[in-house]
C-alpha cells in the first residue's frame, strides 16, 4: 500500500501553507493538517508524518460522485466523514494509515468501467449508453454480469425492454433502453446504468 501522506509538500498554489493536492484520475485528493484544520496535533508543522490525524477532502474530477463511489466510501470511511455531497466529500480528524487507505481505495476506482459517452445516444424510443471495460493490449480485464444488470435496470427503470450488446470493439458494451420516452428521466438513468455496470463489475 502506498504511502502518500510520506509524500506530502507544503506549496499549494492557493495557499502556499497548505500541502499540495493530489490528483488522481476522477479525483482532486487534499490532505491537510495544520492549527487551522482538524488534525492531531493541531498545529502546523513542516512535515506531514508526525501528524497522526488529517483532515480530508475528496473532489470530482467532473461535476459530482457517482452514488456508487459516494457509498462505497461512506462505507468504508464513515467514521470520520463529516460532509457527504455530490460535489464534496469531507473527513476529519481521520487517522494517517486511514488517509493511506482512502488514496489506494481511490487508485482502484481507476480501473473500474467507465461511460464513453457523456450524453446518452438518443434514438426513436429509447436511448443508448456506451460503457468501456478497462483493457490490457486489446483484451478485456474481468467479467461484467450482464444477467444480473438486466434484471436491476428493470427494477429501477419505466422500460421493460433493455439490450445490453457487445459492439465488438474490445471492452465497449453498448446498453439500451427501449421504450423510453421522457427526456428529464435520462440523466437519471444514466447514472443507474453507471452504478449497475460498477457494481456488477469483478476484475
Known amino acids: 500500500m502506498t504511502d502518500i501522506i510520506k509524500t506530502l509538500e507544503r506549496g499549494d498554489p492557493n495557499n502556499s501553507s497548505l500541502f499540495k493536492s493530489i490528483d488522481i484520475p476522477g479525483f ?43 457509498m462505497d466510501i461512506k462505507k468504508q470511511y464513515d467514521k470520520w466523514l463529516d460532509i457527504n455531497e455530490s460535489t464534496l466529500m469531507l473527513f476529519v480528524y481521520m487517522p494517517y494509515d486511514e488517509v493511506n487507505k482512502l488514496y489506494n481505495t481511490l487508485l482502484q476506482y481507476r480501473s473500474l468501467p467507465k461511460q464513453i459517452n457523456k450524453t446518452p445516444i438518443i434514438k426513436l424510443g429509447g436511448i443508448t449508453i456506451l460503457i468501456e471495460l478497462p483493457c490490457e493490449n486489446n483484451n478485456v480485464i474481468g467479467e461484467l454480469n450482464i444477467e444480473k444488470i438486466e434484471d436491476e435496470l428493470i427494477k429501477y427503470t419505466i422500460s421493460d425492454s433493455i439490450e445490453i450488446e457487445d459492439i465488438n470493439i474490445s471492452g465497449i458494451y453498448a446498453i439500451t433502453l427501449k421504450d423510453v420516452f421522457t427526456n428529464k428521466y435520462i440523466p437519471l438513468y444514466m447514472e443507474i446504468i453507471s452504478d449497475l455496470v460498477k457494481k456488477h463489475y469483478h476484475a
Open 28 to 70: 482532486r485528493l487534499s490532505i491537510q493538517a495544520d492549527e487551522n484544520h482538524h488534525c492531531e496535533p493541531k498545529k502546523t508543522l513542516k512535515n506531514a508524518t508526525p501528524y497522526t490525524k488529517f483532515e480530508v477532502a475528496l473532489y470530482p474530477e467532473h461535476e459530482k460522485l457517482t452514488n456508487f463511489i459516494r
